[in-house]
């Protein structure tokens, strides 16, 4: 089970750099603000105050502006030279001057026609720059604020799909949707199902967690795997029921395990899923009963860790961040803890500690 953080960045609206660009004109006797003495002949008025011509000179080079254009910044004027390039902001894009229209994203500035064509991220629904705010999913994909509650989710990774491109591809009978990437490696034939699932056998096999209970796996809608869970989530992905029976007064135990998957699932969550309902077979088999939540869900999730771990795939790192980064108290927490007490005590006295303690270390 998976949880993903949806981003939400602003941009300031397209504006004027707070510095500008004034017209000089020619001014007859009065007194210089700079020297304080009479300007006989001619000399500039800049936003109301006369200088004599050489006195108008710029913070930076101290040299005078004349009857050159010049740019105000904080109080100070500047020749268009040192205001270019040592004043100014420059374009986190084209690296040039900004001067003018402006736009600031993620504390970057750039020119309006630089975010525009070549930064801002575009709306899938509108296909237009997100100017004024957009929702940021895991993948990159933006929504403006506009379209926000027209998109629809990919069920397995959270990204963004817009409306106008699901399709029977997309779309399953229980009504999830899932996005073209989640939809490339989707398994959905009860054979790839079982090689992969003996796949991650193996691969748990080799680091210590061996799996040696035999059960059933079969592939559920999203109806089905809630039937099957007292407390069905959105996230919940797999469940694995468990059936005790003793016979002769408890000397003989038959023990029946069956992991039902949701059905589509893209490959590398497969995995994961598979490998943390394994987990919980293991779990049944070898540890004490009712071992506390975070202690037990944190275990498996970091099973589905490892597994991932060995998929070098864009997707197989892709899911390793939403373990990661899973904000749930048992699911994320409790994989955290998890992954700091292996790192501490190793894998396989890990599972000596589950074999023997109801709570968690921490």
Same mark, same amino acid.
């Given at each position: 089970m998976f949880n993903l953080l949806v981003k939400y960045f602003m941009l300031l609206p397209a504006s004027i750099i707070l510095v500008a660009l004034f017209t000089l004109a020619r001014v007859e006797? #009065?007194?210089?603000? &700079?020297?304080?003495? +009479?300007?006989v002949e001619s000399g500039i008025k800049v936003e109301g105050q006369p200088f004599h011509v050489e006195h108008f000179i710029c913070a930076n080079c101290l040299k005078p502006i004349g009857a050159g254009d010049f740019y105000r910044d904080n109080g100070r004027y500047f020749d268009r030279v040192c !205001? +270019?390039? !040592?004043?100014? %902001?420059?374009c986190n894009y084209c690296i040039e001057p900004i001067i003018g229209e402006f736009i600031t994203y993620e504390s970057k500035v750039y020119h309006a026609d630089c975010y525009n064509d070549h930064v801002g991220k575009k709306c899938i629904v509108c296909n237009e720059v997100a100017i004024g705010g957009a929702y940021i999913d895991i993948r990159e994909n933006? @929504?403006? =604020? =506009?379209? =926000? %509650? %027209?998109?629809l989710e990919c069920h397995s990774c959270f990204s963004y799909v817009s409306p106008d491109l699901v399709d029977g591809s997309r779309r399953y009978s229980d009504g999830r949707v899932i996005c073209n990437l989640c939809r490339a490696t989707a398994v959905e034939d009860d054979n790839e199902a079982t090689a992969i699932m003996e796949e991650v056998k193996a691969q748990l096999a080799g680091v210590g967690l061996v799996i040696d209970r035999e059960f059933k796996l079969k592939f559920v809608s999203i109806d089905e795997l809630s039937k099957l869970s007292s407390s069905y989530q959105r996230e919940q992905l797999g469940v694995t029921r468990f059936r005790k029976t003793e016979i002769l007064a408890g000397l003989v135990t038959f023990q029946d395990f069956e992991i039902y998957i949701l059905s589509g699932l893209p490959r590398p969550q497969l995995k994961a899923v598979l490998a943390h309902e394994m987990m919980h077979v293991w779990q049944f088999v070898n540890a004490p009963n009712l071992q506390n939540l975070q202690l037990c869900e944190g275990s498996c999730q970091y099973a589905a860790y490892l597994v991932l771990m060995d998929d070098n795939s864009e997707e197989g790192q892709f899911f390793s961040k939403f373990i990661e980064e899973h904000? %749930? #108290?048992? &699911?994320?927490d409790g994989f955290r803890f998890v992954l700091a007490e292996v790192k501490r005590r190793g894998f396989k006295p890990w599972l +000596?500690?589950?074999? @023997?303690?109801?709570?968690?270390?921490w």
């Open positions: 006797a #009065s007194t210089c603000t &700079y020297c304080h003495k +009479e300007i !205001f +270019e390039n !040592f004043i100014t %902001d420059k933006a @929504v403006c =604020r =506009r379209h =926000r %509650d %027209d998109v904000k %749930d #108290s048992n &699911y994320g +000596e500690y589950l074999k @023997v303690n109801k709570n968690p270390p």
